[in-house]
């Protein structure tokens, strides 16, 4: 089994991009290619109309449910509504009428893209190391000094090949909107340094006439780089397109916590660095962690099944999702396959004697093992959940990888393109394995 991806539409938004024209356009692609009930889940940036415009029409019993004007008791009647009031209030039929039940649109599940929660945790929450001094002070003499070579080695040809010449490599400058960009620059200097030795980079400071390294600043960015390579790992691992399913998330998040925890304990310099990491990993990844349909969804990935984390209680509301979505597809199943009558079919759940098929099919899958694709084969109930638990992706990296081929068409000569021609020419490019 494989996964293959497509790209269906890339639709022109005119004026603002409120979450009420994203919601509209979703739903149009919906209908226009009749999969509104084939998505399981629908993958974004943590973008504020995009999470508004889930919050408000996506898939979730508090959000399609009006909420009740007054509590009922037992026998019907309106809690609040006293007994022989006479008082009688005129509302304005029409405001009624007029107001937004926010049933017009129906969107799926909406889940937050994981990388660009790592990049928040790397960013933004990393940040608040700097509250411990000694922790400011030395990070910011060592990326000051390694600014200032970025700079002179890309604005200068000739300091380019001053770096090219004593240290074999060239430096990696980092660009804003990509945080793993700043690891591998960092991870660059460190690996001159391990290769061609501190003499290399003296020498370079010194011809360039920037602030030279000292010994601690090299030893604090290379517990940098080794701190901070877990997280650029994790986020590389949920960039995946082909060969990362949902499942692959919370194995990821809590084997990135758990490596983070094992290198504090070592660390010099970047204790506070880590215990920032972990703050914010806790903050932003809490809710998905914990989610029992996550869980499920890395219990029936054959590669982890449950030896990603000790932890029973989370395995057991894994095991319990799983178990009772088994049943309910197995009770579909005879539903659909059987004609007995209205009332045989109210009473078939007495008829149940022992374990039911699926309970021992997944017994089996668990007990199994291989850990490729192809051990679900032999399971087809769980295979099914699996197919749909996995089924989406944990990242909106396709889709930013999607706009990279937009650039490439939209191109200043041809910029009088139409949006209908640009779609097209787009989906044909993105598509050509499918020509």
């Not at 001094?133 to 000094?145: D, E, M």
């Not at 799983?322 to 009473?347: K, P, T, V």
């Not at 309970?359 to 899958?365: G, N, P, R, S, V």
């Not at 197919?387 to 000569?413: D, H, Q, Y």
Request: hydrophobic residues 40%; contains cysteine; charged residues 25%.
């Amino acid at each position: 089994m494989d996964r293959s991806c497509a790209a269906l539409a890339c639709k022109r938004l005119k004026g603002s991009h409120t979450f009420f024209a994203l919601a509209s356009t979703l739903n149009e692609i919906h209908t226009d290619f009749g999969i509104r009930e084939k998505i399981v889940r629908t993958t974004t940036d943590n973008g504020s109309n995009f999470l508004k415009a889930f919050r408000i029409y996506g898939q979730s019993d508090e959000n399609n449910n009006l909420e009740p004007v007054g509590e009922v008791d037992d026998d019907g009647q309106d809690v609040d509504e006293e007994d022989g009031s006479e008082d009688v209030e005129f509302v304005d039929a029409g405001a009624l009428l007029d107001e937004d039940d926010y049933l017009e649109y129906q969107l799926p599940k909406h889940h937050r893209c994981a990388c660009h929660l790592l990049n928040l945790v790397s960013t933004v929450d990393a940040s608040k190391a700097d509250v411990n001094p000694l922790y400011r002070r030395v990070s910011r003499s060592a990326f000051a000094k390694c600014s200032s070579l970025w700079n002179k080695s890309s604005r200068s040809t000739t300091a380019a090949e001053v770096i090219e010449d004593n240290c074999k490599l060239q430096l990696i400058r980092p660009v804003p909107t990509r945080w793993n960009s700043l690891f591998s620059a960092v991870e660059r200097i460190v690996r001159i340094t391990r290769e061609q030795g501190e003499g290399a980079l003296a020498a370079v400071c010194s011809e360039l006439d920037t602030p030279k390294f000292t010994p601690v600043d090299l030893a604090f960015l290379a517990e940098y780089a080794k701190t901070m390579s877990p997280v650029a790992k994790a986020l590389d691992v949920l960039q995946g397109e082909t060969s990362v399913q949902m499942g692959w998330l919370v194995p990821t998040i809590t084997l990135l916590t758990t490596k983070l925890q094992q290198l504090s304990v070592t660390s010099k310099y970047s204790e506070p660095l880590i215990a920032a990491l972990l703050s914010g990993l806790e903050k932003r990844f809490r809710d998905m962690l914990a989610d029992p349909e996550l869980i499920a969804a890395a219990i029936l990935v054959p590669k982890f099944k449950t030896c990603w984390t000790s932890d029973e209680h989370i395995i057991k509301l894994g095991l319990d999702y799983i178990r009772s979505h088994l049943d309910c597809q197995a009770e579909n199943s005879i539903s659909e396959g059987s004609q007995s009558s209205e009332e045989e079919d109210f009473f078939s759940s007495l008829k149940k004697t022992g374990p039911p098929e699926t309970t021992q099919q997944l017994d089996a899958y668990l007990g199994c093992p291989g850990d490729t694709v192809e051990v679900l084969k032999p399971f087809p109930a769980v295979c099914k959940l699996s197919l749909k638990l996995n089924t989406a992706l944990p990242a909106s990296a396709a889709c930013e990888r999607l706009f990279s081929v937009a650039g490439l068409i939209f191109r200043p000569r041809r910029a009088c393109i139409g949006s209908k021609n640009f779609e097209n020419q787009m989906l044909l490019r993105l598509n050509k394995a499918y020509w």
